[in-house]
Structure formats: structure tokens, C-alpha cells
């Protein structure tokens, strides 16, 4: 008896240490095949974005990363591993401990907070913890944004020249310190420079001006202001132009000056939807417009769209004033047929009043203004004897501010809805010439699991099957063991 307890207790021992060994040896094959992890996350949140492959594929120069204080598994040098693999220029190296590289310490003022240091022959850039970590303070919750800080910290660093964008300030604009912050932001993210510009004050307009954006301006301009303006699109300026409506009986004529460049007018009043497929939490005032296809809005034509909020419409001159005008327009966005334009703000009725006007309205064109070189301006290195001037202009400025919007018990900001924010920057990608800025940029709000199909049954089956498994197989054993009996 105490022979056949022995012969079984050293079987399961024997069993126990198979598993070990199996499952030991399992891990260690795993990790010298270094298999890439699944990313479960609903935004993929660990895998490197179809917009980072383009933007850092082409890149000429070597990079060299060095990671601070972090070890060989962790998910920044999984991601910088896929960096390498689209790139053979990138390279990565860890320092566990940056005593023993006194060298690095002192020519980039290492910290205990840096974790990663991008160098190229000529340039440098650090990135610390709190460069790759965002803070949302309307879900307080921690967002990583380490991929958007690596790609453009790669792309900064190799790029001869970034974008100049300008915002107008002098009268009452939304600005880059207050209601855009999160635009800036994401157009700084973007790889841009941007700045504020009163031209009061610089009584001109720098000639490193790649783009400016005027919002919503609350006070007409000066004169000289519109003069300064109106050179700009003659020498080939580029403007984006958000309007919220106006809803007082104030006139602008200098405003009005530069946008009769374009023979574009913002007319006073508010759109209201009718259709319910058009619009948000059942509000009227809370647009989804179709979005036209064009190379600046295909990415957001095809998943989403944007979502305007109080906005007003757009009106054109005549088609033979604009061809005398030399513009060609190109409509954005626009309502469903059976909108309203209410021109009587005080009046809050859902449906339609007798001074309402139904039909399909334009919220946003872009306007392409063609202009003949003068003998003065033509150079013997150009054999073109026309430049243009181009100019997106949009019917509201709330939908890619700081507002906040509340959906039931929370609360977001305007530009956080749909692709409202991807649409603007994706506008002056267009403006500045930046082709490989025009995608849908990674949502890096929320973590949720979204499996492939694949994956899915992979992960349940090592969840669900290997246990189930194991004990069917003890069942079977069991049994086996007591018809020996």
C-alpha cells in the first residue's frame, strides 16, 4: 500500500515538474522568438499608426534613441522596435543606469524624469515622463501619447523647415491662451510653429507666414489691417477663416474688404437641422454636415465626420464675379436639404417660423484665388504667370474650441467630438503644403478590448480552454486510476 502511495505521489511530482518545465521552457522559446505582443486596446493603442509609418518611413537621417531608466520589455521599446522595422535608420540603445554615461548626463541635463533622449548627427531632443503623459481633466484620466511625441519628435528633428502659423489677435479672436488650447496643441503635435500676430503691432505680416487663422474676430479691423491682408492673398497668403454667427445688426466693412477678395460673406443668422440623422443628442444646433471629398477631407468623409455646433452659412457671389474675382470654390461641408436658416435668433421654436428659410446650406468651402504675376514679380527660374491665394472659411469656431458640451452627466470639450479636431489640422496641413499631416490621428482616450476575431479566440482559449482542459484531464485520469483500483 505504502509502495503504490509512493509510485503515485512521485508520478504527480514527476507531472508537476514536467508542467513546470514545459511551461518555463514555453516562455523562454517565446522570448527568444520575440513574438509581438496583441494589443487588445479598442485605439490600438500599443501598435504604431498607419500616420507614423508614412511620417518617419522616408526619413534619411540615423536616429539613435537612448531610454533612461527603462528595461528591455517595456512597451516604449516595443514601440520603438516597430519604428525600427519601418525604418533601418532608427536605432535604440537602454541605460539602465545614467551614472555609468556621465557623458550623456552632462550634454543633455538628464534628470531622473527623462526617459528618452532622440539624437541625429546635428540635433538632439529629450523627452521626459511628463512629455509622453497627458492629463484629461474632464475624465481624469491619464493618457499616454507616447507614439504622437516620439513620431514628431523624429520628424522635428529631421525637417529642414516646420510650418509658421499664425492666429490674429486685436479683435476679441478666440485665442491660442484661452478657447484653443487644445487646437494649438494638437497643431504644435503636428510638428508647426505657431504664434499670436497683431498686426497693429508689427505693422506687418512676417514673411515666414506659412498660414493664418482668424477667429471669429468680435471688432471690425483697421484699415491699414485689411490693407495688410489683402497684400497677403494678392503675394499667394493662405487663411483659414472660422466664423461663429453673428446675431447683432453690427457691420464689419474692413472684415468685409478682405473677405470680398474671395467674394465670400458669413451671413447673420443660425442653421437648425431638421433631419435626425443629422444631427446630436437630438439638438437641432448640433450639426453632422456631409462632408465633401476632397485630399484634406477623405480621411474624415469616410469615418465620422465632424460635428458643428451654432453654426451659420456661408454665402457667394455670383458665378461671374467670382470668375472676375479669379475663385474658384469647392463647398466642405453642407446640411441636409430640408435645414432651416433662422435669421430671428430670439425665437427658439424646434420647428420651422414663417421667417426661417429651408433648404440645403454651405458651412464650409475652400476657395482657391488665382492671380497674375506682374513683370515685376516673374523671375527667370519660374515660368509660371499665376500664383494662388487659397482660403478655407467655416461657419462656426465653437466646434474646435474648449467649450464644454454635456452629454448627460459629463461634460467634453467641442473639439473632443467626432473628427472635429483631425478636420482643422488636416485644413492646414492642406494650407501648408504637408500631405503626410492629412490622416485621422490616434484616439488616445479611452482603453477598452476590441480583439480581432483572431485574437479574440486566441485569448479565450487561453483563458477558458487550457483550464477546462486540465481538468477534464484530471477527471479522465481520475477514472482511470480508480477501475485500476
Same mark, same amino acid.
Not at 150 to 157: F, G, K, S
Not at 219 to 239: P, R
Given at each position: 500500500m505504502l509502495k503504490k502511495i509512493f509510485c503515485n505521489t512521485t508520478k504527480t511530482i514527476l507531472l508537476v515538474l514536467i508542467l513546470i518545465a514545459c511551461f518555463v521552457g514555453i516562455n523562454l522559446l517565446m522570448d527568444k522568438i520575440d513574438l509581438p505582443d496583441i494589443d487588445v486596446t479598442q485605439n490600438k493603442l500599443y501598435t504604431l499608426t498607419e500616420e507614423s509609418k508614412q511620417k518617419v518611413k522616408d526619413i534619411s537621417e540615423e536616429i539613435h534613441v537612448y531610454f533612461i531608466g527603462i528595461v528591455e520589455d517595456a512597451p516604449i521599446v516595443d514601440?520603438?522596435? !516597430?519604428?525600427?522595422?519601418?525604418?533601418?535608420?532608427?536605432?535604440?540603445? $537602454? =541605460?539602465?543606469?545614467?551614472?555609468?554615461?556621465?557623458?550623456?548626463?552632462?550634454e543633455y541635463n538628464v534628470d531622473n524624469n527623462t526617459i528618452m533622449i532622440l539624437k541625429t548627427n546635428t540635433r538632439s531632443q529629450v523627452l521626459s515622463y511628463d512629455d509622453l503623459y497627458t492629463y484629461d481633466y474632464t475624465s481624469y484620466e491619464q493618457i499616454d501619447i507616447s507614439e504622437q511625441k516620439?513620431?514628431?519628435?523624429?520628424?522635428?528633428?529631421?525637417?529642414?523647415?516646420?510650418?509658421? =502659423?499664425?492666429?490674429?489677435t486685436g479683435h476679441n479672436e478666440y485665442s491660442l491662451e484661452n478657447e484653443l488650447t487644445r487646437l494649438s496643441e494638437g497643431i504644435s503635435n503636428d510638428v508647426n510653429s505657431l504664434s499670436s500676430l497683431?498686426?497693429?503691432?508689427?505693422?506687418?505680416?512676417?514673411?515666414?507666414?506659412?498660414? =493664418? +487663422?482668424i477667429g471669429s474676430?468680435?471688432?471690425?479691423? !483697421?484699415?491699414?489691417?485689411?490693407?495688410?491682408?489683402?497684400?497677403?492673398?494678392?503675394?499667394?497668403?493662405?487663411?483659414l477663416w472660422l466664423s461663429d454667427p453673428d446675431f447683432s445688426d453690427t457691420s464689419f466693412p474692413n472684415i468685409q474688404r478682405v473677405l470680398d477678395e474671395f467674394g465670400v460673406t458669413f451671413d447673420n443668422g443660425v442653421v437648425i437641422e431638421q433631419d435626425t440623422s443629422k444631427m446630436v443628442l437630438q439638438t437641432g444646433n448640433f450639426i453632422l454636415p456631409d462632408v465633401e471629398y476632397t485630399d484634406a477631407t477623405k480621411n474624415i468623409a469616410t469615418d465620422g465626420g465632424v460635428m458643428l455646433i451654432n453654426s451659420g452659412k456661408i454665402s457667394l457671389e455670383e458665378s461671374d464675379k467670382l470668375e472676375e474675382l479669379g475663385?474658384?470654390?469647392?463647398?466642405?461641408?453642407?446640411?441636409?436639404?430640408?435645414?432651416?436658416?433662422?435669421?430671428?435668433?430670439?425665437?427658439?421654436?424646434?420647428?420651422?417660423?414663417?421667417?426661417?428659410?429651408?433648404?440645403?446650406f454651405t458651412l464650409a468651402y475652400k476657395l482657391t484665388k488665382t492671380i497674375p504675376i506682374s513683370d515685376a514679380e516673374a523671375t527667370s527660374d519660374?515660368?509660371?504667370?499665376?500664383?494662388?491665394?487659397?482660403?478655407?472659411? $467655416?461657419a462656426d469656431n465653437i466646434f474646435v474650441s474648449d467649450a464644454q458640451v454635456q452629454v448627460q452627466n459629463n461634460y467634453s470639450c467641442s473639439?473632443?467630438?467626432?473628427?472635429?479636431?483631425?478636420? +482643422?489640422?488636416?485644413?492646414?496641413?492642406?494650407?501648408?503644403?504637408?500631405?503626410?499631416?492629412?490622416?485621422?490621428?490616434?484616439?488616445?482616450?479611452?482603453?477598452?478590448?476590441?480583439?480581432?476575431?483572431? !485574437?479574440?479566440? $486566441?485569448?479565450?482559449?487561453?483563458?477558458?480552454?487550457?483550464? $477546462?482542459?486540465?481538468?477534464?484531464?484530471?477527471?479522465?485520469?481520475? !477514472?482511470i486510476r480508480r477501475r485500476k483500483k
Open positions: 514601440l520603438m522596435k !516597430q519604428y525600427i522595422d519601418v525604418n533601418d535608420k532608427f536605432s535604440y540603445e $537602454i =541605460i539602465e543606469d545614467i551614472t555609468t554615461r556621465p557623458e550623456l548626463s552632462s516620439i513620431t514628431n519628435a523624429m520628424v522635428n528633428l529631421t525637417l529642414e523647415n516646420k510650418p509658421m =502659423i499664425y492666429f490674429l497683431d498686426l497693429l503691432v508689427t505693422q506687418k505680416i512676417p514673411e515666414d507666414a506659412s498660414a =493664418i +487663422v474676430p468680435a471688432k471690425d479691423f !483697421q484699415a491699414s489691417e485689411s490693407d495688410l491682408l489683402i497684400e497677403y492673398i494678392k503675394n499667394g497668403g493662405k487663411i475663385v474658384e470654390a469647392q463647398s466642405i461641408l453642407t446640411t441636409s436639404s430640408n435645414a432651416l436658416f433662422r435669421t430671428d435668433t430670439s425665437n427658439q421654436s424646434n420647428g420651422k417660423v414663417d421667417s426661417d428659410i429651408e433648404g440645403s519660374t515660368n509660371a504667370d499665376t500664383k494662388t491665394s487659397e482660403m478655407y472659411v $467655416i473639439i473632443d467630438f467626432y473628427n472635429n479636431k483631425d478636420f +482643422v489640422l488636416n485644413l492646414l496641413a492642406d494650407l501648408t503644403q504637408r500631405p503626410d499631416s492629412i490622416t485621422i490621428r490616434k484616439d488616445t482616450g479611452v482603453v477598452t478590448y476590441t480583439a480581432t476575431l483572431q !485574437q479574440d479566440i $486566441i485569448i479565450k482559449i487561453i483563458i477558458f480552454g487550457i483550464p $477546462i482542459l486540465i481538468i477534464v484531464l484530471g477527471i479522465v485520469i481520475w !477514472q
